[in-house]
């Protein structure tokens, strides 16, 4: 191979790995709860000031009455991981703890998820801008219903998402509200 050609296809491949790199993008997530009174539970600390969290718990204190809304603005394929017993009161090791999941899965290693949802008529994997997910539970290993949504780069947890927000403990977790902007 002449030297032109080792310096394209070197070029080429950068090229192809800054482009992969560069695709990710940051998105808008809004609140999950369509009500008032849903709060910010925990953020990068249980309940705020307990072990290691970096992912927002929001709950407004009821079990199955609300809307588990999609909390990405725009379209965006919700791939569902279901298979877990309706539940308020949570200790369960249903797919590994997180319970009836939606997974959003970007690029550069990049998902967004939302965990201890339990389902009803509107469950199931499909492609929707912030429509109802299930409802607002406990399934899997949590304490109480509520909405857990982190951003993980290859399996390992970001709080940048929702810190570049302001969102703290005690913030509003209201549907039309903006809690982050996680990478995808």
Same mark, same amino acid.
Not at 75 to 80: G, K, P, S, T, V
Not at 91 to 100: E, H, P, S, V, Y
Not at 102 to 110: E, K, L, Q, R
């Given at each position: 191979?002449? !030297?032109?050609?080792?310096?394209?296809?070197?070029?080429? !491949?950068?090229?192809?790995?800054?482009?992969?790199?560069?695709?990710?993008?940051?998105?808008?997530?809004?609140?999950?709860?369509?009500?008032?009174?849903?709060?910010?539970?925990?953020?990068?600390?249980?309940?705020?000031?307990?072990?290691?969290?970096?992912?927002?718990?929001?709950?407004?204190?009821?079990?199955?009455?609300?809307?588990?809304?999609?909390?990405?603005?725009?379209?965006?394929?919700?791939?569902?991981?279901?298979?877990?017993?309706?539940?308020? !009161?949570?200790?369960?090791?249903?797919?590994?703890?997180?319970?009836?999941?939606?997974?959003?899965?970007?690029?550069?290693?990049?998902?967004?998820?939302?965990?201890?949802?339990?389902?009803?008529?509107?469950?199931?994997?499909?492609?929707?801008?912030?429509?109802?997910?299930?409802?607002?539970?406990?399934?899997?290993?949590?304490?109480?219903?509520?909405?857990?949504?982190?951003?993980?780069?290859?399996?390992?947890?970001?709080?940048?998402?929702?810190?570049?927000?302001?969102?703290?403990?005690?913030?509003?977790?209201?549907?039309?509200?903006?809690?982050?902007?996680?990478?995808?």
């Amino acid at each position: 191979m002449n !030297v032109k050609m080792m310096m394209f296809a070197v070029a080429v !491949v950068v090229m192809g790995w800054a482009g992969t790199a560069s695709a990710q993008t940051q998105r808008t997530a809004y609140g999950p709860i369509c009500d008032t009174a849903a709060r910010v539970g925990s953020t990068t600390y249980y309940s705020c000031s307990g072990s290691s969290h970096t992912a927002l718990d929001m709950s407004n204190g009821t079990c199955s009455e609300w809307n588990h809304r999609a909390m990405l603005a725009g379209n965006f394929y919700y791939a569902y991981n279901g298979g877990c017993a309706n539940n308020c !009161v949570g200790g369960t090791t249903c797919n590994g703890g997180a319970g009836n999941f939606y997974v959003v899965t970007g690029s550069a290693g990049w998902d967004f998820r939302q965990l201890h949802i339990n389902s009803n008529a509107s469950s199931g994997s499909k492609t929707c801008d912030r429509c109802a997910l299930g409802l607002v539970g406990s399934t899997g290993n949590s304490s109480g219903a509520h909405v857990h949504a982190d951003n993980r780069q290859y399996g390992t947890r970001s709080s940048s998402w929702y810190t570049k927000a302001g969102t703290t403990c005690g913030s509003s977790a209201y549907c039309s509200n903006i809690v982050g902007y996680p990478m995808l």
